[in-house]
Structures are given as C-alpha cells and as structure tokens.
C-alpha cells in the first residue's frame, strides 16, 4: 500500500528531532494502548502484519497528524471491529453492549514478562534453495499493491546488490492479508544512494530488507 507511512525519501518532513532522556510513554494512555495491543493480539485473532495494515489504512490525513499511539490505538479499532470483538458504538462509549465474543487465548497479567522475552519469531525452514546469494546483483519490481507490503517505494525499480541473506521468514504480504505466511527467502540489498536519488543527495548507501518475491535479475524488465 502507497500509504502516508511510506516516508523513505520524501522531503519536506524535516529532520528527525531526538529527544533527550525521552520516557517510554509520554502518557498514561499510551501505556494502556501498548497493553491493550498486546493483550488483544495474544487472542489470534489477527496476526502482526494485519496490525501493521490496518495502520497503514488510516487515511493520510489522520496518520500523519496522528502520535505513535494514536495510530496504534486506531488500528486496533478497526481490527476489533471488523473481527467482530467489539462494535463502533461499543469502542465509543467504552462498555459492552453484548456479550462478549470468546477467543481461542487469554494472555494473563503473569504470563506477559514471559510472552515479551519469547517474542513471535518468524523463521521457517526452506522449502526451496534460495534464488540470491551475496554479492549477487538484483532489480526490485515496480509494484503498487493496493494491500500491505514491505517493499518502500523509493527503492522499487531500482538496481542494487545482496549484502546479507537472512534465511526464510513469513511473507508479510500474504500474511497480512489472511493467505498464509507463505515463507518467503528473505536479503538484505544494498542500493547506492545515487541509483535511488540521482546526483542530488549526500547520502552514499541505503540498505533494505527484501523478501525474494521483490527482487529479479538485474537484467529483468520491471514487473
């Protein structure tokens, strides 16, 4: 999805201000929204990549003059509702209207130290030999998918060189449209800064994580 979260590249967004001593939350709020997506991702109903989608289908607009934790807390809206765990009219007037809906896991205050050390790898044994190794050069493909993906548009088209491969990992752009993980082969490319920019840039290289699906030949026309 070509969506607001998309900045790689984009000008005019200033640069990044760090925060000296920053906490981690700003609010109280935020640190209920964080166990809020934790707990309600523990219930399977959804899986991390369609949490990232739902936030990248926040309009533009609201994204971007949205906090951290606001676009956190709106993309767990629309999973709820759309997952049928809660109603609009229920989020809004913050009670339940109905019975609640029963979920194949419950993440108990106890269990969440040991939950957040395990975390949710997403390695996979291969199936198949990989297509790249290092040093290999590529081409990504041209792709606009109107679903999520993890293939930023300033570096789609464009010619670079594997650097690493990292094994097989979930596909996030089936997972996060409910088709499966589908384990893809995953690279990290190396893309001189002028191939994605031109001359006009001062950078000298960006490196990006590839699953294989994106990438050709060097040679290959753009898909």
Known sequence: MNGAQ???????????????????????WEGRVLALVLAMGATRQWNL???RAARESLPPAQYLA???????????????????????EEID?????????????????????AALLRGSPVSRAAAAEAAFHVGDMVRTRQIHPLTHTRLPRYCRGKRGRIAAVHGVHVFPDANAIGLGERAQWLYTV???????WGADTTASSVCVDCWEPYLDKPNAEPI
Not at 66 to 88: D, H, N, P, R
Request: a negative charge; hydrophobic letters at 45%; charged letters at 20%.
């Open 190 to 196: 190396r893309f001189d800064a002028s191939e994605l």
């Open 93 to 113: 007037a913050g009670k339940l209207k109905v019975a609640p809906a029963p979920v194949p896991r419950i993440l108990m205050a106890d269990q969440v130290a």
């Open 66 to 88: 949205s906090t951290y934790y606001q676009i956190w807390f709106e993309g767990l809206k629309k999973l709820l509702v759309s997952t049928g765990l809660a109603t609009a």
């Open 49 to 51: 990549d369609m949490m």
């Open 6 to 28: 998309d900045l790689g590249g984009m000008q005019a967004f200033g640069p990044v201000q760090p925060e000296a001593d920053e906490p981690p939350f700003h609010a109280e």
